[in-house]
T-cell receptor, first 109, second 114 residues
Framework: GQNIDQPTEMTATEGAIVQINCTYQTSGFNGLFWYQQHAGEAPTFLSYNVLDGLEEKGRFSSFLSRSKGYSYLLLKELQMKDSASYLCAVKDSNYQLIWGAGTKLIIKP | IAGITQAPTSQILAAGRRMTLRCTQDMRHNAMYWYRQDLGLGLRLIHYSNTAGTTGKGEVPDGYSVSRANTDDFPLTLASAVPSQTSVYFC?????????????FGEGSRLTVL
């Protein structure tokens, strides 16, 4: 079966750095997405990786290793507004998105 | 502001009743999707449409139906609601060609079936 694994919850301190991991087992691979979802709101797009390596976008970076079935989202200089759930999703060989259950990130002052 | 509009934002419904969740986009995206989101689970695809006039079944289609008469609208109907359909429903759209295929989501419809 297809599976996306990410930690259920993480806690970090304002101003610090946090890394959210995502491992996947899917039938084929056509890209990996990270979305941010604040409580009670819709998911919003953060990043897309289809080739191995690091994609940097401001305070957020996303890394992909296709051979390891692994990605991480790196958040730097954490702010209170970064408290949210972070969703990892993989597009499989049929171009269907497989979603992880999300990682709830709690930022403490 | 361009985007996706869902209605209603929240609804309490008696079991056995029929309910249609509305979704309209103004981005002229080819593809549209309906997901449900339940605590502890990832987003699960109910139905999708890659272009006007065509629809397909997702991971959890039973008890739901959709139609895509035009590019902009993609309503989701629960013919006879059951308590297990209590969930938050998200409509989304994407461009299939010439982009990463990122999804744009509506604000969600919170449905409670009693």
């Amino acid at each position: 079966g297809q599976n996306i694994d990410q930690p259920t919850e993480m806690t970090a301190t304002e101003g610090a750095i946090v890394q959210i991991n995502c491992t996947y087992q899917t039938s084929g691979f056509n890209g990996l997405f990270w979305y941010q979802q604040h409580a009670g709101e819709a998911p919003t797009f953060l990043s897309y990786n289809v080739l191995d390596g690091l994609e940097e976008k401001g305070r957020f970076s996303s890394f992909l290793s296709r051979s390891k079935g692994y990605s991480y989202l790196l958040l730097k200089e954490l702010q209170m507004k970064d408290s949210a759930s972070y969703l990892c999703a993989v597009k499989d060989s049929n171009y269907q998105l497989i979603w992880g259950a999300g990682t709830k990130l709690i930022i403490k002052p | 502001i361009a985007g996706i509009t869902q209605a209603p934002t929240s609804q309490i419904l008696a079991a056995g009743r029929r309910m249609t969740l509305r979704c309209t986009q103004d981005m002229r995206h080819n593809a549209m999707y309906w997901y449900r989101q339940d605590l502890g689970l990832g987003l699960r695809l109910i139905h999708y449409s890659n272009t006007a006039g065509t629809t397909g079944k997702g991971e959890v289609p039973d008890g739901y139906s959709v139609s895509r008469a035009n590019t902009d609208d993609f309503p989701l109907t629960l013919a006879s609601a059951v308590p297990s359909q209590t969930s938050v429903y998200f409509c989304a759209s994407s461009e299939l060609v010439g982009s990463t295929g990122e999804l744009f989501f509506g604000e969600g419809s919170r449905l409670t079936v009693l």
